[in-house]
Protein backbone atom coordinates (compact mmCIF):
# COMPACT_ATOMS: atom_id res chain seq x y z
CA UNK A 1 0.00 0.00 0.00
CA UNK A 2 1.14 3.75 -0.80
CA UNK A 3 1.84 5.56 2.12
CA UNK A 4 0.68 9.60 1.75
CA UNK A 5 3.40 11.96 1.61
CA UNK A 6 4.40 14.18 4.44
CA UNK A 7 3.07 17.23 2.20
CA UNK A 8 0.26 15.60 1.16
CA UNK A 9 -0.75 15.01 5.61
CA UNK A 10 0.57 18.08 6.09
CA UNK A 11 -2.45 20.10 3.39
CA UNK A 12 -4.83 17.17 4.93
CA UNK A 13 -4.38 18.77 8.41
CA UNK A 14 -4.36 22.11 7.20
CA UNK A 15 -7.56 21.64 5.81
CA UNK A 16 -9.24 19.99 9.02
CA UNK A 17 -7.51 22.94 11.02
CA UNK A 18 -9.45 25.40 8.62
CA UNK A 19 -12.62 23.61 9.31
CA UNK A 20 -12.52 23.17 12.52
CA UNK A 21 -10.61 26.59 13.74
CA UNK A 22 -9.60 24.92 16.93
CA UNK A 23 -5.53 26.24 17.43
CA UNK A 24 -3.51 23.85 19.34
CA UNK A 25 -4.57 20.54 18.06
CA UNK A 26 -2.03 19.67 15.59
CA UNK A 27 -1.04 16.37 16.14
CA UNK A 28 -4.60 15.34 16.16
CA UNK A 29 -5.20 17.19 13.06
CA UNK A 30 -1.95 15.59 11.60
CA UNK A 31 -3.11 11.98 12.67
CA UNK A 32 -6.57 12.57 11.92
CA UNK A 33 -5.06 13.38 8.06
CA UNK A 34 -2.79 10.76 7.93
CA UNK A 35 -6.05 8.14 8.55
CA UNK A 36 -7.73 9.32 6.36
CA UNK A 37 -5.68 9.27 3.32
CA UNK A 38 -4.65 5.88 4.23
CA UNK A 39 -8.56 5.20 4.12
CA UNK A 40 -9.04 6.71 0.69
CA UNK A 41 -5.55 4.78 -0.59
CA UNK A 42 -6.83 1.89 0.31
CA UNK A 43 -10.02 2.08 -0.79
CA UNK A 44 -8.41 3.63 -4.38
CA UNK A 45 -6.62 -0.06 -3.93
CA UNK A 46 -9.38 -2.15 -3.69
CA UNK A 47 -11.36 -0.26 -6.38
CA UNK A 48 -8.64 -0.92 -8.96
CA UNK A 49 -7.60 -4.91 -8.15
CA UNK A 50 -11.92 -4.97 -8.40
CA UNK A 51 -11.35 -3.03 -11.38
CA UNK A 52 -8.80 -5.58 -12.95
CA UNK A 53 -10.18 -8.58 -11.66
CA UNK A 54 -13.34 -7.72 -13.78
CA UNK A 55 -11.17 -6.89 -16.69
CA UNK A 56 -9.73 -9.79 -16.82
CA UNK A 57 -12.59 -12.01 -16.51
CA UNK A 58 -13.68 -10.08 -20.08
CA UNK A 59 -10.83 -11.02 -21.13
CA UNK A 60 -11.43 -14.60 -20.62
CA UNK A 61 -15.08 -14.43 -21.72
CA UNK A 62 -14.04 -12.51 -25.06
CA UNK A 63 -11.44 -15.44 -25.44
CA UNK A 64 -13.70 -17.94 -25.16
CA UNK A 65 -16.16 -16.36 -27.98
CA UNK A 66 -13.65 -16.31 -30.64
CA UNK A 67 -12.79 -19.64 -29.73
CA UNK A 68 -16.30 -20.94 -30.19
CA UNK A 69 -16.63 -18.82 -33.05
CA UNK A 70 -13.10 -19.90 -34.80
CA UNK A 71 -14.94 -23.63 -34.31
CA UNK A 72 -17.65 -22.70 -36.13
CA UNK A 73 -15.88 -21.10 -38.79
CA UNK A 74 -14.19 -24.67 -39.48
CA UNK A 75 -17.36 -26.19 -39.64
CA UNK A 76 -19.18 -23.94 -42.23
CA UNK A 77 -15.76 -24.23 -44.43
CA UNK A 78 -16.27 -28.09 -44.00
CA UNK A 79 -19.68 -28.22 -45.17
CA UNK A 80 -20.99 -29.62 -41.40
Known amino acids: MKTPTEE??????YEIYVKHGEPGRDAGN????EQELQQVQKIA????????????????????VAI????RNQEFQKGF
Do not use: C, P
Open 68 to 71: VSSG
Open 45 to 64: ETEATDWEQKAARQRRDVKR
Open 30 to 33: WLEA
Open 8 to 13: EIRERA
